[in-house]
């Protein structure tokens, strides 16, 4: 995940990429673990809910390792752009197996189609506005992440440890945040990378007591 103020140097881009390039490889391990679990019940819901939640979770640190990882000016502007969206699609992704398996049934599916409609708009937004556009985006970040909350009385009928570990995976991202934006801090970016890999992590947990 890049940050549109600050320049790394060399040793830092190197951690940021071998940070997110572990993320790629807990990802894989973590869809097939979710699927191969799934099997065991056959419940379609799961796998298209577990598919999406776990193939946003490889786009998301695949974007952000070529993106800290290649060195050519040109390659890294679009896949910067890449980065960014994909969070825009992890959100949504997370969102989706909770959704689908427990909740596709109430009100929450609206809240559901409106976090997929920005996301959307947020990938458009960062393709077609990019510099225009970062402010808003970050906002919307949060926003989305935090629009859980709306739901809270469906998510308190949910599993305590599913809840617990999503609340918990909420913090530890929003509390990343602050090392985002804590540019004079050295290897800062690395530091949210860890942050970002503790937040997804707690999220992976939640999704096996749905």
């Known amino acids: 995940m890049g940050n549109n103020k600050h320049t790394y140097s060399p040793l830092e881009e190197t951690a940021n990429t071998i940070t997110h390039g572990l993320g790629v490889l807990l ?7 979710l699927l191969y679990y799934n099997n065991l019940e ?11 939640y ?8 695949l974007s952000s390792t070529l993106y800290h990882g290649t060195k050519d000016s040109k390659l890294k502007k679009i896949f910067k752009r890449f980065d960014h969206s994909a969070i825009f699609l992890l959100i949504a992704g997370t969102y989706t197996p909770i959704v689908l398996i427990s909740m596709r049934d ?3 599916i609206y809240l559901f189609i409106l976090i997929w409609a920005m996301t959307v708009f947020g990938i458009t937004g960062e393709f077609l506005f990019t510099q225009k556009f970062k402010h808003l985006e970050f906002i919307m970040y949060i926003a989305m992440g935090w629009m859980a909350l709306i739901a809270i009385k469906p998510l308190l009928g949910l599993p305590i440890e ?4 999503i609340i ?7 509390i990343g945040v602050v090392f985002y ?8 970016h ?4 860890l942050f970002v890999l503790g937040g997804s992590i707690s999220h992976f947990i939640a999704m096996f007591y749905i």
Do not use: C, E, Q
């Open 190 to 193: 690395t530091i949210w990378h």
């Open 27 to 33: 990802s894989i391990a973590g869809l097939f673990t």
């Open 54 to 61: 776990g193939s946003s979770l490889i786009l998301l640190y």
């Open 181 to 188: 934006k804590w540019d004079s801090l050295p290897y800062n």
């Open 42 to 52: 056959n419940d379609i819901w799961r796998t298209v809910g577990f598919s999406i």
């Open 162 to 165: 599913t809840f617990t570990w």
């Open 106 to 108: 109430t009100w929450v």
């Open 168 to 174: 918990v995976g909420g913090v530890i991202y929003s």
